[in-house]
């Protein structure tokens, strides 16, 4: 089949760069414009193998020149639907670097183009011949597409006009991207990048998680697991649904087994308080219990000052890190505060009672509208009096919580728990919702002491540990 | 395709080696990629080009857009042409400066993808020549792989060929599989020549030259003009050329 192109077709010839001194010509790129789109279409609209050239062609184009460039592909066959364009529109990548002598860079509507001299000597002198050789590479690699054309365009103005169009359909699909959630994939991804460091931590990215550094969504641990399956990004089948709210399920459990070494054995990806996900120690952002007025605080690593709980975030991460579910404390990436499920079985948004002002701003337009006033900065509270004096005169619905607690009757109250680590002061007994273990606390950390108060406590502790601080 | 780390002590002169050397082989036919990888030297002014951004400003321009980012980027691909972006072309080889160190934040995945990206760059030449500090950062994170032959650099000092010496053994730490290790004595007068031919014997360094003190080599650096412009019958050049034939390149 190969021989009938004038130049080699093979995977090995992925990577080739083509350096200026050896180029005919570059198309797109960052000097100039262009695009690559592929579209669905019905099986009748499309003659297979048609190739149309809008613009001067190869044969016409001047030694160490620069054209923009467009390719678009229309795919058809039974199985062939719009949610598979994106997925088919990569391949393009791939399949145009398998040519020997022409390089393909990036994607969409930044694409980069170059085709070297020899492959101009060898005969090459069409985009015909090109688009060919890559139509031939789409049915044989995906047999779904039963039938293909292409339309390439080196004419300005056509590309200008027909980029203004694809653009729409980025957009439009980059929509129907944000809104993929857990339970529209069967697949999650687990990432072990950080285990060098956390040996029991196992990243696990969804569609409404994202990695806690921040780095690693869900099409990246798609991406690099289908490059490398036994790469440190690998998929997850999700297995049965355990708990929908909390994100549970018997395929991330079962991983959860194998990649802590036994360590834990259930994990919810939503929840704060329960199973929680663990942390490599990458976190952008840490998440932290205050008993005092049970809600969440967060604190970014950008963050130097000290949280109303007197830690500062290096102290907090120092305790969430290492590969360990720490209940109290949560490392999330800052794209999770745009999640949906964004610590959904704790109350979401609602429990959530503090963060730095820089992080606050980064995130506006993500937090509730009824919400954003009502969250302190540190401009607003610096320590748990001021915080909840903030909470109290804002009237943020944490102070729901507040009321339920006291509300209910003595004989029903769970385990009441006052841990008391800020120096001097200490706030009237608010209890720790029922079941929830105790968070880790700070011993001998100002000059305070520590003051600890147990009401109707059931404790069982497997070992604690007293390690003298520096 | 073969890999060269240039190394050495601040101050011996490492980063005018490796652009004689640069421009020595640049005369050969063969593709080269020069690579400054160590952000307190100038090699491209040493070069004499003119570079306006680094591989560590594409790894932030990374960081910072990932958010914004249509969801289903392919970042490697991304990433790969941002650095094809920063690769400055000259007429016989290619350079790319490494620049600024990481931040603050969390670099695994984006230098996980800067690993393979390097790796599939670096296979389109025949030579890399690495001009890295003492320090071997970027080797050490393995962001440049597979180091074939390192050659530090040492002046007429004992104290050069002790920091050899500890290059040495951190490579050997490091486990960067080096293949060969050799040394180059640059500013050599007649005075100290035989003392440093006597240090390297100690030590068993493999000196692989000897670059004599070069008046024109001086007032090039002085006058701040690229060496590149040295022509090839200075002493400097001269001793570069039997350096290089030495080497096989």
Same mark, same amino acid.
């Given at each position: 089949?190969?021989?009938?192109?004038?130049?080699?077709?093979?995977?090995?010839?992925?990577?080739?760069?083509v350096?200026?001194?050896?180029?005919?010509?570059?198309? $797109?790129?960052?000097?100039s414009?262009g %695009?690559?789109?592929?579209?669905?279409?019905?099986?009748?609209?499309?003659?297979?193998?048609?190739?149309?050239?809008?613009?001067?062609?190869?044969?016409?184009?001047?030694?160490?020149?620069?054209?923009?460039?467009?390719?678009?592909?229309?795919?058809?066959?039974?199985?062939?639907?719009?949610?598979?364009?994106?997925?088919?529109?990569?391949?393009?990548?791939?399949?145009?670097?398998?040519?020997?002598?022409?390089?393909?860079?990036?994607?969409?509507?930044?694409?980069?183009?170059?085709?070297?001299?020899?492959?101009?000597?060898?005969?090459?002198?069409?985009?015909?011949?090109? #688009?060919?050789?890559?139509?031939?590479?789409?049915?044989?690699?995906?047999?779904?597409i039963?039938?293909?054309?292409?339309?390439?365009?080196?004419?300005?103005?056509?590309?200008?006009?027909?980029?203004?169009?694809?653009?729409?359909?980025?957009?439009?699909?980059?929509?129907?991207?944000r809104?993929?959630?857990?339970?529209?994939?069967?697949?999650?991804?687990?990432?072990?990048?950080?285990?060098?460091?956390?040996?029991?931590?196992?990243?696990?990215?969804?569609?409404?998680?994202?990695?806690?550094?921040? /780095?690693?969504?869900?099409?990246?641990?798609?991406? *690099?697991?289908?490059?490398?399956?036994?790469?440190?990004?690998? $998929?997850i089948?999700? &297995?049965?649904?355990?708990?929908?709210?909390?994100?549970?399920?018997? &395929?991330?459990?079962?991983?959860?087994?194998?990649?802590s070494?036994?360590?834990?054995?259930?994990?919810?990806?939503?929840?704060?308080?329960?199973?929680?996900?663990?942390?490599?120690?990458?976190?952008?952002?840490?998440?932290?219990?205050?008993?005092?007025?049970? &809600?969440?605080?967060?604190?970014?690593?950008? %963050?130097?000052?000290?949280?109303?709980?007197?830690? /500062?975030?290096s102290?907090?991460?120092?305790?969430?890190?290492?590969?360990?579910?720490?209940?109290?404390?949560?490392?999330?990436?800052?794209?999770?505060?745009? !999640?949906?499920?964004?610590?959904?079985?704790?109350?979401?948004?609602?429990?959530?009672?503090?963060?730095?002002?820089?992080?606050?701003?980064k995130?506006?337009?993500?937090?509730?509208?009824?919400?954003?006033?009502?969250?302190?900065?540190?401009?607003? $509270?610096?320590?748990?009096?001021?915080?909840?004096?903030?909470?109290?005169?804002?009237?943020?619905?944490?102070?729901?919580?507040?009321?339920?607690?006291?509300?209910?009757?003595?004989?029903?109250?769970p385990?009441?728990?006052?841990?008391?680590?800020?120096?001097?002061?200490?706030?009237?007994?608010?209890?720790?919702?029922?079941?929830?273990?105790?968070?880790?606390?700070?011993?001998?950390?100002?000059?305070?002491?520590?003051?600890l108060?147990?009401?109707? *406590?059931?404790?069982?502790?497997?070992?604690i540990?007293?390690?003298?601080?520096? | 395709?073969?890999?060269?780390?240039?190394?050495?002590?601040?101050?011996?002169?490492?980063? #005018?080696?490796?652009?004689?050397?640069?421009?020595?082989?640049?005369?050969?036919?063969?593709?080269?990629?020069?690579?400054?990888?160590?952000?307190? !030297?100038?090699?491209?002014?040493?070069?004499?080009?003119?570079?306006?951004?680094?591989?560590?400003?594409?790894?932030?321009?990374?960081?910072q857009?990932?958010?914004?980012?249509?969801?289903?980027?392919?970042?490697?691909?991304?990433?790969?042409?941002?650095?094809?972006?920063?690769?400055?072309?000259?007429?016989?080889?290619?350079?790319?400066?490494?620049?600024?160190?990481?931040?603050?934040?969390?670099?695994?995945? #984006?230098?996980?993808?800067?690993?393979?990206?390097?790796?599939?760059?670096?296979?389109?030449?025949?030579?890399?020549?690495?001009?890295?500090?003492?320090?071997?950062?970027?080797?050490?994170?393995?962001?440049?792989?597979?180091?074939?032959?390192?050659?530090?650099?040492?002046?007429? !000092?004992?104290?050069?060929?002790q920091?050899?010496?500890?290059?040495?053994?951190?490579?050997?730490?490091?486990d960067?599989?080096?293949?060969?290790?050799?040394?180059? /004595?640059?500013?050599?007068?007649?005075?100290?020549?035989?003392?440093?031919?006597?240090? /390297?014997?100690?030590?068993?360094?493999?000196?692989?030259?000897?670059?004599?003190?070069?008046?024109?080599?001086?007032?090039?650096?002085?006058?701040?003009?690229?060496?590149?412009?040295?022509?090839?019958?200075?002493?400097?050049?001269?001793?570069?050329?039997?350096?290089?034939?030495?080497?096989?390149?």
């Amino acid at each position: 089949m190969a021989n009938e192109f004038p130049f080699e077709i093979s995977p090995m010839f992925e990577g080739e760069r083509v350096r200026k001194d050896d180029m005919f010509v570059e198309l $797109a790129g960052p000097k100039s414009r262009g %695009f690559e789109l592929v579209r669905a279409a019905g099986v009748d609209e499309i003659e297979d193998g048609k190739f149309t050239l809008i613009g001067p062609d190869l044969s016409q184009m001047q030694e160490g020149s620069r054209h923009p460039y467009a390719m678009i592909y229309r795919v058809a066959g039974k199985l062939v639907e719009t949610d598979l364009e994106a997925i088919v529109e990569r391949r393009n990548h791939d399949f145009q670097n398998y040519i020997q002598g022409y390089m393909h860079l990036n994607q969409r509507y930044d694409v980069w183009v170059r085709i070297n001299k020899d492959a101009i000597k060898k005969g090459l002198t069409s985009f015909g011949q090109i #688009a060919k050789a890559t139509m031939m590479l789409f049915k044989n690699e995906l047999s779904f597409i039963e039938k293909i054309d292409a339309t390439y365009i080196t004419d300005p103005d056509e590309v200008e006009k027909r980029r203004a169009e694809a653009i729409k359909i980025y957009e439009a699909r980059d929509a129907r991207t944000r809104g993929l959630h857990d339970e529209d994939v069967d697949v999650f991804y687990g990432c072990t990048l950080c285990q060098s460091f956390a040996p029991t931590n196992a990243c696990v990215v969804t569609p409404d998680r994202i990695s806690l550094c921040g /780095a690693i969504n869900w099409f990246d641990g798609r991406a *690099a697991a289908k490059v490398d399956p036994e790469g440190p990004q690998f $998929a997850i089948p999700k &297995g049965e649904v355990i708990d929908a709210i909390g994100g549970e399920y018997s &395929g991330v459990n079962e991983k959860a087994v194998a990649l802590s070494g036994g360590e834990y054995s259930r994990i919810k990806i939503h929840s704060f308080f329960e199973y929680p996900h663990t942390s490599c120690g990458c976190f952008e952002v840490v998440g932290f219990y205050i008993p005092e007025v049970d &809600g969440i605080g967060w604190v970014d690593r950008d %963050f130097t000052g000290i949280a109303p709980n007197g830690l /500062a975030f290096s102290t907090m991460a120092g305790q969430t890190g290492g590969g360990k579910q720490i209940i109290g404390f949560l490392g999330v990436g800052v794209n999770y505060f745009r !999640s949906p499920k964004f610590i959904q079985p704790d109350g979401g948004w609602k429990r959530v009672v503090w963060m730095p002002k820089n992080l606050k701003e980064k995130i506006k337009a993500d937090i509730p509208p009824d919400l954003v006033d009502k969250l302190p900065t540190e401009e607003n $509270a610096t320590d748990l009096k001021t915080l909840k004096e903030f909470l109290e005169k804002s009237q943020h619905p944490i102070m729901e919580r507040w009321t339920k607690e006291e509300a209910a009757p003595e004989e029903e109250a769970p385990p009441e728990a006052q841990a008391a680590a800020s120096p001097g002061w200490s706030m009237p007994s608010l209890s720790m919702p029922a079941g929830m273990p105790m968070m880790p606390m700070q011993f001998g950390s100002g000059d305070g002491g520590v003051k600890l108060k147990f009401k109707n *406590a059931k404790i069982w502790i497997e070992r604690i540990v007293f390690k003298k601080g520096k | 395709m073969k890999i060269i780390a240039i190394t050495g002590k601040g101050g011996t002169g490492k980063t #005018a080696v490796a652009g004689m050397l640069i421009r020595h082989i640049s005369t050969k036919n063969k593709t080269i990629l020069a690579i400054d990888a160590d952000p307190d !030297s100038n090699l491209p002014d040493v070069l004499g080009v003119k570079v306006e951004k680094t591989i560590g400003d594409m790894r932030e321009f990374m960081l910072q857009e990932r958010d914004k980012l249509p969801p289903d980027t392919n970042k490697e691909s991304l990433l790969e042409s941002k650095v094809y972006e920063v690769l400055c072309e000259m007429p016989r080889y290619d350079l790319l400066v490494m620049g600024r160190p990481e931040g603050s934040g969390c670099y695994c995945f #984006a230098n996980n993808l800067l690993r393979g990206i390097m790796d599939k760059i670096l296979k389109n030449y025949d030579i890399t020549v690495i001009d890295t500090a003492a320090g071997l950062e970027h080797l050490s994170r393995r962001i440049i792989r597979d180091v074939d032959e390192l050659l530090v650099v040492t002046d007429g !000092s004992r104290r050069g060929l002790q920091t050899a010496e500890r290059i040495r053994e951190l490579a050997k730490s490091l486990d960067l599989k080096i293949k060969q290790m050799h040394v180059v /004595a640059n500013k050599v007068t007649p005075q100290n020549q035989a003392q440093i031919e006597e240090y /390297a014997r100690e030590l068993k360094m493999d000196l692989v030259g000897i670059v004599p003190f070069d008046e024109m080599l001086a007032k090039f650096d002085l006058e701040g003009r690229p060496l590149a412009e040295l022509p090839e019958d200075s002493r400097a050049m001269i001793a570069t050329a039997e350096i290089v034939k030495k080497m096989g390149l």
